[in-house]
């Protein structure tokens, strides 16, 4: 191998990679780009939405040669968890940032609570995050990586009618401070709560967020207004590339919500 070989396979070799969970839309989608624009190659995880997930990884293929990677699966088969991650590894035989950020998002009005309702919430909210944290902590201990989990700041205080996805985002909370304290020193972990980002979308099963309600939210907000996916993805480029002494915390990235919810 000449130098120049030699130089551009080391080079490879030390790019780092980052996974992100439900990322062919919305903020995952930004996330992936901020990530990828700051030189980490990506694995772009989906469920339903591939043909997002395609193109998405086409453009920052485009940008950049070999940057980006789709893989699919629904965390509702607890079945696949291993094999996702193993899949994200092989991509470029290494692994440097899982970002948990998939997620299902609908009212649960007591009284109408179905355990279809709690599998969903649970599984993709708490229990998947769990497991591909525990199936990715040996390769991350390799590179000494990292876990951001998205949590909300409705972990802390309840949404009406919502307590099942409220609950499974507490529950990813304290899983994030519980693996924080475990895979140290190697690993860190942290969260994300957002604030109001992007409205939730009505895909016609649940119902649609009430514009009454949209407006209280962000009365109740210190900024007044809605964050930008790029707030959040600016926060978890921070975590993952600058932040080598935090571990264990969850920032809210929020205009103040958390002030007056
Ligand atoms: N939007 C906000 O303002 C806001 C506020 C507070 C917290 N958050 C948190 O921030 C994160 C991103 O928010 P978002 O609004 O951009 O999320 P989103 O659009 O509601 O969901 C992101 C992706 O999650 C995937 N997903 C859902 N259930 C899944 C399952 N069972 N298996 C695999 N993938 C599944 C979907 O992928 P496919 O489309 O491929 O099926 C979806 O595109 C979430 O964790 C959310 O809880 C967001």
């Given at each position: 191998m000449d130098n120049s070989n030699a130089n551009t396979a080391a080079m490879a070799a030390a790019t780092k990679t980052a996974l992100v969970t439900g990322s062919a839309k919305r903020i995952g989608a930004v996330i992936v780009k901020t990530l990828h624009q700051a030189g980490y190659r990506v694995i772009i995880h989906c469920r339903l939405s591939r043909q997002a997930a395609d193109a998405l990884a086409e453009e920052?293929?485009?940008a950049r040669a070999?940057?980006?990677?789709?893989i699919q699966g629904d965390l509702n088969n607890e079945t696949i968890y291993n094999n996702l991650i193993e899949q994200a590894y092989q991509c470029w035989n290494r692994l440097d940032v899982l970002v948990n950020n998939a997620s299902s998002f609908f009212p649960t009005p007591l009284g109408h609570i179905t355990l279809d309702d709690w599998n969903n919430l649970v599984n993709s909210n708490m229990k998947a995050p769990l497991f591909l944290s525990q199936a990715a902590a040996p390769y991350l201990k390799q590179v000494n990586g990292c876990i951001i989990n998205m949590v909300d700041v409705h972990a802390q205080k309840p949404m009406k009618q919502h307590t099942v996805y409220c609950a499974a985002k507490a529950g990813l909370a304290m899983i994030t401070q519980s693996l924080a304290k475990e895979l140290g020193p190697k690993i860190r972990v942290n969260?994300?709560?957002p604030g109001a980002i992007l409205w939730p979308v009505d895909d016609g099963s649940k119902g649609e967020m009430a514009e009454h309600t949209k407006k209280l939210i962000l009365e109740r907000t210190a900024l007044k207004?809605?964050?930008?996916?790029?707030?959040?993805?600016?926060?978890?480029?921070?975590?993952a590339r600058d932040a080598d002494y935090i571990t264990g915390q969850i920032i809210a990235v929020d205009g103040g919500r958390n002030l007056n919810i």
């Open positions: 920052l293929n485009l070999d940057s980006a990677k789709v969260g994300v709560a207004r809605p964050g930008q996916p790029t707030d959040i993805a600016k926060t978890i480029l921070f975590l």
